[in-house]
Protein backbone atom coordinates (compact mmCIF):
# COMPACT_ATOMS: atom_id res chain seq x y z
CA UNK A 1 0.00 0.00 0.00
CA UNK A 2 0.79 3.57 -1.05
CA UNK A 3 2.25 5.24 2.86
CA UNK A 4 2.70 8.67 1.08
CA UNK A 5 2.17 11.54 3.84
CA UNK A 6 -0.56 13.83 2.72
CA UNK A 7 1.42 16.86 2.03
CA UNK A 8 0.69 19.35 -0.31
CA UNK A 9 3.32 19.51 -3.62
CA UNK A 10 3.92 22.53 -5.65
CA UNK A 11 2.77 21.52 -9.28
CA UNK A 12 5.61 24.22 -10.21
CA UNK A 13 8.44 23.26 -7.50
CA UNK A 14 11.57 21.12 -9.02
CA UNK A 15 11.28 17.17 -8.79
CA UNK A 16 13.49 14.47 -9.22
CA UNK A 17 12.63 11.89 -12.12
CA UNK A 18 15.41 9.05 -11.40
CA UNK A 19 18.82 11.00 -12.52
CA UNK A 20 17.17 13.82 -13.72
CA UNK A 21 15.73 16.95 -11.98
CA UNK A 22 13.06 18.90 -13.52
CA UNK A 23 12.34 22.28 -13.30
CA UNK A 24 8.61 21.57 -12.34
CA UNK A 25 6.12 18.59 -12.46
CA UNK A 26 4.20 19.42 -15.56
CA UNK A 27 4.93 16.76 -18.77
CA UNK A 28 4.19 17.38 -22.24
CA UNK A 29 2.49 13.83 -23.37
CA UNK A 30 4.10 12.05 -25.85
CA UNK A 31 2.57 13.01 -29.39
CA UNK A 32 2.69 12.23 -33.09
CA UNK A 33 4.04 15.28 -34.63
CA UNK A 34 3.31 14.94 -38.16
CA UNK A 35 6.80 16.47 -38.95
CA UNK A 36 9.04 13.71 -39.97
CA UNK A 37 8.20 12.92 -43.55
CA UNK A 38 11.57 10.97 -44.20
CA UNK A 39 11.82 9.78 -40.42
CA UNK A 40 14.43 12.08 -39.42
CA UNK A 41 13.93 15.28 -37.58
CA UNK A 42 13.19 18.60 -39.39
CA UNK A 43 13.11 22.22 -37.92
CA UNK A 44 9.13 21.53 -37.80
CA UNK A 45 9.83 18.79 -35.69
CA UNK A 46 12.36 21.45 -33.76
CA UNK A 47 10.15 24.14 -33.31
CA UNK A 48 7.21 21.85 -31.84
CA UNK A 49 9.03 20.84 -28.97
CA UNK A 50 10.85 24.35 -28.61
CA UNK A 51 6.92 25.84 -28.12
CA UNK A 52 5.91 24.01 -25.21
CA UNK A 53 9.86 23.57 -23.47
CA UNK A 54 9.92 27.76 -23.50
CA UNK A 55 6.01 27.64 -22.38
CA UNK A 56 7.22 26.72 -19.19
CA UNK A 57 7.19 22.65 -19.00
CA UNK A 58 9.35 20.69 -16.96
CA UNK A 59 10.02 18.32 -19.59
CA UNK A 60 8.96 17.64 -23.32
CA UNK A 61 8.57 14.15 -24.77
CA UNK A 62 8.92 13.04 -28.55
CA UNK A 63 6.86 10.74 -30.10
CA UNK A 64 7.10 8.45 -31.45
CA UNK A 65 10.25 6.71 -31.79
CA UNK A 66 9.98 3.68 -33.03
CA UNK A 67 12.49 0.92 -32.18
CA UNK A 68 12.44 -0.56 -35.76
CA UNK A 69 11.14 0.26 -39.58
CA UNK A 70 8.28 -2.45 -38.92
CA UNK A 71 7.60 -0.97 -35.62
CA UNK A 72 5.96 2.51 -36.90
CA UNK A 73 2.38 3.52 -37.00
CA UNK A 74 3.09 4.84 -40.44
CA UNK A 75 6.13 5.23 -42.43
CA UNK A 76 6.83 8.95 -42.13
CA UNK A 77 8.00 8.35 -38.18
CA UNK A 78 10.88 8.68 -37.19
CA UNK A 79 12.59 4.96 -36.40
CA UNK A 80 16.00 5.01 -33.43
CA UNK A 81 19.00 4.37 -35.95
CA UNK A 82 22.25 6.40 -36.26
CA UNK A 83 21.15 8.66 -38.71
CA UNK A 84 18.48 10.30 -36.80
CA UNK A 85 21.41 10.96 -33.98
CA UNK A 86 22.55 14.67 -35.43
CA UNK A 87 19.06 15.52 -35.84
CA UNK A 88 18.14 14.35 -32.72
CA UNK A 89 20.75 16.16 -31.04
CA UNK A 90 20.18 19.03 -32.31
CA UNK A 91 16.47 18.98 -30.94
CA UNK A 92 17.10 17.89 -27.43
CA UNK A 93 19.85 21.15 -27.57
CA UNK A 94 17.05 23.08 -28.73
CA UNK A 95 14.91 21.86 -25.68
CA UNK A 96 17.56 21.64 -23.17
CA UNK A 97 18.29 25.77 -23.92
CA UNK A 98 15.17 26.32 -23.37
CA UNK A 99 15.48 25.39 -19.72
CA UNK A 100 13.17 21.86 -20.01
CA UNK A 101 13.99 18.40 -20.20
CA UNK A 102 13.35 15.85 -23.01
CA UNK A 103 12.76 12.21 -22.96
CA UNK A 104 12.45 10.28 -26.24
CA UNK A 105 9.21 7.87 -26.49
CA UNK A 106 10.18 4.52 -27.86
CA UNK A 107 8.46 1.11 -28.42
CA UNK A 108 6.92 -1.32 -31.31
CA UNK A 109 3.72 -0.37 -32.52
CA UNK A 110 3.31 -3.84 -33.41
CA UNK A 111 -0.26 -4.57 -34.73
CA UNK A 112 -1.21 -0.59 -34.97
CA UNK A 113 1.83 -0.84 -37.08
CA UNK A 114 0.81 0.50 -41.08
CA UNK A 115 2.84 -2.79 -42.67
CA UNK A 116 1.83 -0.70 -46.69
CA UNK A 117 3.57 2.41 -45.47
CA UNK A 118 6.13 0.66 -43.40
CA UNK A 119 7.11 -1.21 -46.25
CA UNK A 120 7.62 -3.89 -43.72
CA UNK A 121 6.33 -6.76 -41.67
CA UNK A 122 4.13 -5.74 -38.91
CA UNK A 123 4.11 -8.07 -35.58
CA UNK A 124 1.07 -8.58 -33.35
CA UNK A 125 1.06 -11.59 -30.59
CA UNK A 126 -1.32 -13.58 -33.33
CA UNK A 127 -1.64 -12.91 -37.07
CA UNK A 128 -3.76 -10.19 -37.27
CA UNK A 129 -5.84 -8.03 -39.65
CA UNK A 130 -5.28 -3.99 -39.64
CA UNK A 131 -8.27 -2.69 -41.69
CA UNK A 132 -6.16 0.73 -42.00
CA UNK A 133 -2.97 -0.75 -43.91
CA UNK A 134 -4.88 -3.77 -45.36
CA UNK A 135 -2.63 -5.99 -44.46
CA UNK A 136 -1.84 -8.59 -42.13
CA UNK A 137 0.16 -8.65 -38.99
CA UNK A 138 2.52 -11.75 -38.57
CA UNK A 139 2.39 -13.73 -35.08
CA UNK A 140 5.54 -13.07 -33.37
CA UNK A 141 8.10 -15.79 -32.76
CA UNK A 142 9.95 -16.20 -29.93
CA UNK A 143 12.96 -14.79 -32.18
CA UNK A 144 11.07 -11.91 -33.09
CA UNK A 145 10.53 -11.12 -29.64
CA UNK A 146 13.87 -11.18 -28.91
CA UNK A 147 14.41 -9.03 -31.46
CA UNK A 148 11.95 -6.34 -30.23
CA UNK A 149 13.43 -6.61 -26.95
CA UNK A 150 16.99 -5.91 -28.16
CA UNK A 151 15.40 -3.44 -30.32
CA UNK A 152 14.05 -1.23 -27.20
CA UNK A 153 17.43 -1.51 -25.67
CA UNK A 154 19.70 -0.39 -28.34
CA UNK A 155 16.73 2.51 -28.98
CA UNK A 156 17.41 3.87 -25.39
CA UNK A 157 21.34 3.44 -26.11
CA UNK A 158 20.72 6.49 -28.99
CA UNK A 159 18.56 8.07 -26.80
CA UNK A 160 21.51 8.40 -24.75
CA UNK A 161 23.70 9.10 -27.45
CA UNK A 162 21.44 11.98 -28.79
CA UNK A 163 21.14 13.85 -25.60
CA UNK A 164 17.57 12.79 -23.72
CA UNK A 165 17.47 12.85 -20.00
CA UNK A 166 15.01 10.23 -20.28
CA UNK A 167 13.38 7.44 -22.35
CA UNK A 168 9.46 6.75 -21.89
CA UNK A 169 8.93 2.88 -23.14
CA UNK A 170 5.07 2.86 -24.59
CA UNK A 171 3.32 -0.17 -23.27
CA UNK A 172 0.16 1.08 -23.88
CA UNK A 173 -2.70 1.64 -26.50
CA UNK A 174 -2.57 -2.22 -27.76
CA UNK A 175 1.00 -1.51 -29.38
CA UNK A 176 3.15 -4.59 -28.93
CA UNK A 177 3.49 -5.10 -25.45
CA UNK A 178 -0.15 -3.72 -24.40
CA UNK A 179 -1.48 -6.28 -27.47
CA UNK A 180 0.88 -9.19 -25.36
CA UNK A 181 -1.41 -7.57 -22.30
CA UNK A 182 -4.46 -8.00 -23.34
CA UNK A 183 -6.38 -11.12 -23.30
CA UNK A 184 -8.66 -10.10 -26.04
CA UNK A 185 -5.82 -10.19 -29.08
CA UNK A 186 -3.67 -12.40 -27.64
CA UNK A 187 -4.65 -15.94 -27.79
CA UNK A 188 -1.10 -17.63 -27.63
CA UNK A 189 -0.87 -20.93 -25.93
CA UNK A 190 3.56 -21.00 -25.91
CA UNK A 191 5.29 -19.07 -22.96
CA UNK A 192 3.78 -15.84 -23.69
CA UNK A 193 -0.31 -16.42 -23.55
CA UNK A 194 -2.47 -17.90 -21.67
CA UNK A 195 -2.14 -16.80 -17.96
CA UNK A 196 -1.34 -13.04 -17.17
CA UNK A 197 1.99 -13.65 -15.86
CA UNK A 198 2.88 -15.09 -18.91
CA UNK A 199 1.22 -12.03 -20.78
CA UNK A 200 3.17 -9.64 -18.97
CA UNK A 201 6.72 -11.10 -20.14
CA UNK A 202 7.08 -8.84 -22.91
CA UNK A 203 6.72 -5.76 -21.57
CA UNK A 204 8.28 -6.48 -18.29
CA UNK A 205 11.30 -8.18 -20.71
CA UNK A 206 11.29 -5.01 -22.71
CA UNK A 207 11.92 -2.51 -19.31
CA UNK A 208 14.63 -4.77 -17.66
CA UNK A 209 16.35 -4.90 -21.30
CA UNK A 210 16.26 -0.54 -21.52
CA UNK A 211 16.98 -0.42 -18.08
CA UNK A 212 20.02 -2.70 -18.18
CA UNK A 213 21.48 -0.31 -21.10
CA UNK A 214 20.99 2.81 -19.75
CA UNK A 215 21.81 1.95 -16.40
CA UNK A 216 21.29 4.77 -14.11
CA UNK A 217 22.18 7.20 -16.96
CA UNK A 218 18.75 8.62 -18.15
CA UNK A 219 15.82 8.43 -16.51
CA UNK A 220 13.17 5.25 -17.59
CA UNK A 221 9.52 5.69 -17.66
CA UNK A 222 6.53 3.32 -19.14
CA UNK A 223 3.45 4.38 -20.26
CA UNK A 224 0.62 1.39 -19.67
CA UNK A 225 -2.95 1.04 -19.69
CA UNK A 226 -5.32 1.10 -16.79
CA UNK A 227 -8.16 -0.55 -19.15
CA UNK A 228 -8.54 -0.45 -22.98
CA UNK A 229 -11.99 0.23 -23.15
CA UNK A 230 -13.15 -2.87 -24.41
CA UNK A 231 -14.27 -5.50 -23.55
CA UNK A 232 -12.64 -8.77 -23.22
CA UNK A 233 -9.43 -6.45 -23.34
CA UNK A 234 -6.99 -5.50 -20.49
CA UNK A 235 -9.11 -4.77 -17.03
CA UNK A 236 -8.33 -2.36 -14.64
CA UNK A 237 -7.67 -5.48 -11.88
CA UNK A 238 -4.74 -7.12 -14.19
CA UNK A 239 -2.84 -3.64 -15.47
CA UNK A 240 -2.72 -3.72 -11.66
CA UNK A 241 -1.08 -6.47 -11.49
CA UNK A 242 1.68 -5.92 -14.08
CA UNK A 243 2.37 -2.30 -12.77
CA UNK A 244 2.99 -4.10 -9.29
CA UNK A 245 5.25 -6.24 -10.86
CA UNK A 246 7.06 -3.73 -12.75
CA UNK A 247 7.25 -1.93 -9.60
CA UNK A 248 9.01 -4.87 -8.52
CA UNK A 249 11.21 -5.20 -10.70
CA UNK A 250 12.91 -1.78 -10.57
CA UNK A 251 12.94 -0.63 -14.02
CA UNK A 252 11.00 2.42 -13.81
CA UNK A 253 12.12 6.10 -12.56
CA UNK A 254 7.91 6.77 -13.12
CA UNK A 255 4.85 5.13 -14.67
CA UNK A 256 2.21 7.20 -16.47
CA UNK A 257 -1.49 5.36 -16.78
CA UNK A 258 -3.36 5.72 -19.94
CA UNK A 259 -6.49 4.10 -21.29
CA UNK A 260 -7.62 3.14 -24.59
CA UNK A 261 -7.08 1.27 -27.71
CA UNK A 262 -5.36 2.51 -30.84
CA UNK A 263 -7.07 -0.84 -33.00
CA UNK A 264 -10.58 -0.89 -31.37
CA UNK A 265 -11.44 2.22 -29.06
CA UNK A 266 -9.24 5.30 -29.31
CA UNK A 267 -11.62 7.72 -27.72
CA UNK A 268 -11.80 5.86 -24.60
CA UNK A 269 -8.36 7.84 -24.16
CA UNK A 270 -9.23 11.52 -25.52
CA UNK A 271 -12.67 12.23 -24.43
CA UNK A 272 -14.96 14.96 -25.74
CA UNK A 273 -15.85 15.22 -29.63
CA UNK A 274 -15.47 12.55 -31.92
CA UNK A 275 -14.98 14.21 -35.73
CA UNK A 276 -15.86 11.05 -37.91
CA UNK A 277 -16.37 13.04 -41.09
CA UNK A 278 -12.69 14.43 -40.54
CA UNK A 279 -10.89 11.23 -40.45
CA UNK A 280 -12.73 10.38 -42.73
CA UNK A 281 -11.83 12.68 -45.43
CA UNK A 282 -7.81 11.47 -44.79
CA UNK A 283 -8.49 7.96 -46.62
CA UNK A 284 -9.61 6.82 -49.83
CA UNK A 285 -12.25 4.92 -50.76
CA UNK A 286 -13.41 2.07 -49.76
CA UNK A 287 -11.46 2.79 -46.46
CA UNK A 288 -12.74 6.42 -46.32
CA UNK A 289 -16.61 5.12 -47.00
CA UNK A 290 -16.49 2.66 -44.25
CA UNK A 291 -15.17 5.52 -41.72
CA UNK A 292 -18.08 7.47 -42.84
CA UNK A 293 -20.56 4.53 -42.27
CA UNK A 294 -19.88 3.02 -39.76
CA UNK A 295 -16.97 5.50 -37.96
CA UNK A 296 -18.99 6.04 -35.03
CA UNK A 297 -18.69 2.73 -33.68
CA UNK A 298 -14.72 2.72 -33.97
CA UNK A 299 -14.91 6.40 -32.87
CA UNK A 300 -17.19 6.22 -30.12
CA UNK A 301 -18.06 9.63 -27.97
CA UNK A 302 -17.47 9.74 -24.63
CA UNK A 303 -18.64 13.04 -22.37
CA UNK A 304 -15.27 15.12 -21.56
CA UNK A 305 -14.27 16.06 -17.49
CA UNK A 306 -11.17 17.34 -16.15
CA UNK A 307 -9.14 15.04 -14.84
CA UNK A 308 -11.28 11.71 -16.63
CA UNK A 309 -8.61 9.36 -15.97
CA UNK A 310 -8.46 10.13 -11.83
CA UNK A 311 -11.18 7.51 -9.98
CA UNK A 312 -9.00 4.92 -12.02
CA UNK A 313 -5.22 5.97 -11.45
CA UNK A 314 -6.68 6.50 -8.04
CA UNK A 315 -6.36 2.19 -7.53
CA UNK A 316 -3.12 2.40 -8.56
CA UNK A 317 -1.88 5.40 -6.32
CA UNK A 318 -3.44 3.20 -3.08
CA UNK A 319 -1.76 -0.04 -3.92
CA UNK A 320 2.14 1.35 -5.47
CA UNK A 321 4.71 3.22 -4.25
CA UNK A 322 6.68 4.74 -7.41
CA UNK A 323 6.23 7.95 -8.70
CA UNK A 324 2.90 7.61 -10.98
CA UNK A 325 2.28 10.79 -13.98
CA UNK A 326 -1.71 11.39 -14.32
CA UNK A 327 -2.99 12.37 -17.54
CA UNK A 328 -5.82 12.73 -18.91
CA UNK A 329 -8.08 16.23 -18.76
CA UNK A 330 -5.27 18.18 -17.26
CA UNK A 331 -5.69 21.99 -18.46
CA UNK A 332 -5.90 24.45 -15.45
CA UNK A 333 -3.93 25.01 -12.31
CA UNK A 334 -6.90 23.63 -9.66
CA UNK A 335 -6.60 19.90 -11.53
CA UNK A 336 -2.82 20.33 -11.37
CA UNK A 337 -3.33 21.06 -8.09
CA UNK A 338 -5.82 18.15 -7.51
CA UNK A 339 -3.29 15.69 -8.67
CA UNK A 340 -0.83 16.78 -6.12
CA UNK A 341 -3.35 16.37 -3.29
CA UNK A 342 -3.91 12.87 -4.11
CA UNK A 343 -0.21 11.89 -4.42
CA UNK A 344 0.73 11.55 -8.32
CA UNK A 345 4.11 13.12 -8.74
CA UNK A 346 3.79 14.67 -11.98
CA UNK A 347 0.94 15.72 -14.75
CA UNK A 348 1.01 14.62 -18.36
CA UNK A 349 -0.43 17.09 -20.88
CA UNK A 350 -1.36 17.04 -24.42
CA UNK A 351 -4.62 18.81 -25.87
CA UNK A 352 -4.22 21.35 -24.34
CA UNK A 353 -0.58 22.09 -24.58
CA UNK A 354 -1.52 21.38 -28.46
CA UNK A 355 -3.87 24.48 -28.26
CA UNK A 356 -1.62 27.07 -26.46
CA UNK A 357 2.39 25.89 -26.16
CA UNK A 358 2.82 28.81 -23.48
CA UNK A 359 -0.49 28.21 -21.50
CA UNK A 360 2.10 26.74 -18.61
CA UNK A 361 3.76 30.22 -18.07
CA UNK A 362 0.72 31.77 -18.07
CA UNK A 363 -1.11 29.44 -15.51
CA UNK A 364 2.36 30.03 -13.10
CA UNK A 365 2.08 33.77 -13.92
CA UNK A 366 -2.43 33.80 -13.06
CA UNK A 367 -4.09 30.93 -11.63
CA UNK A 368 -7.08 31.61 -12.98
CA UNK A 369 -6.15 31.00 -16.25
CA UNK A 370 -8.01 28.68 -17.96
CA UNK A 371 -7.23 26.52 -21.07
CA UNK A 372 -8.83 27.51 -24.65
CA UNK A 373 -9.02 23.88 -25.87
CA UNK A 374 -12.72 22.92 -26.51
CA UNK A 375 -12.34 19.13 -26.30
CA UNK A 376 -13.84 18.83 -30.12
CA UNK A 377 -10.67 16.66 -30.98
CA UNK A 378 -10.96 18.03 -34.67
CA UNK A 379 -6.73 18.09 -33.96
CA UNK A 380 -7.06 14.47 -34.22
CA UNK A 381 -7.06 13.93 -38.05
CA UNK A 382 -4.30 16.62 -39.21
CA UNK A 383 -1.86 13.52 -37.81
CA UNK A 384 -2.27 12.91 -41.41
CA UNK A 385 -0.78 15.94 -42.88
CA UNK A 386 0.62 18.22 -40.51
CA UNK A 387 -0.76 18.20 -36.30
CA UNK A 388 -2.01 21.69 -35.20
CA UNK A 389 -4.96 22.63 -33.14
CA UNK A 390 -8.00 23.78 -35.42
CA UNK A 391 -9.45 26.55 -32.52
CA UNK A 392 -5.98 28.34 -32.16
CA UNK A 393 -4.42 27.40 -34.90
CA UNK A 394 -1.34 26.41 -32.93
CA UNK A 395 1.19 23.88 -34.26
CA UNK A 396 1.68 21.47 -31.53
CA UNK A 397 0.96 17.69 -30.99
CA UNK A 398 -1.76 15.11 -30.39
CA UNK A 399 -1.25 12.34 -27.92
CA UNK A 400 -0.61 9.06 -29.11
Known amino acids: ?32 EASTPDALVTEDLINYHRLPAAGGVGMTTVAYCAVSPGGRTDGWQIWMRPEAVPGLRKLTDTVHAEGAAISAQIGHAGPVANARTNKATA ?28 AHANAARLAIDAGFDAVEIHLGHN ?22 ENRAKVARGVVRAVRQAVGDQIAVTAKLN ?62 SWGIRMSGNKFFREYPYHEAYLLRDARKFRAELT ?33 AEPDLINRIKADSSIKSACTHCNRCMPTIYSHTHCVVTGAPDTLVT
Open 1 to 32: MNTQPNVFTDVFSEAKLGPVTLRNRIIKAATF
Open 123 to 150: LAPVRFFNPLSMRFAKKATIDDIRDVTA
Open 175 to 196: YLASSFLSPLINRRTDEFGGSL
Open 226 to 287: MSDGVRGGIPIDESLQTAKWLEEDGGLDALQLTAGSSLVNPMYLFRGGAPVREFAANFKPPI
Open 322 to 354: MPLILLGGITNRETMDRAMAEGFDFVAMGRALL
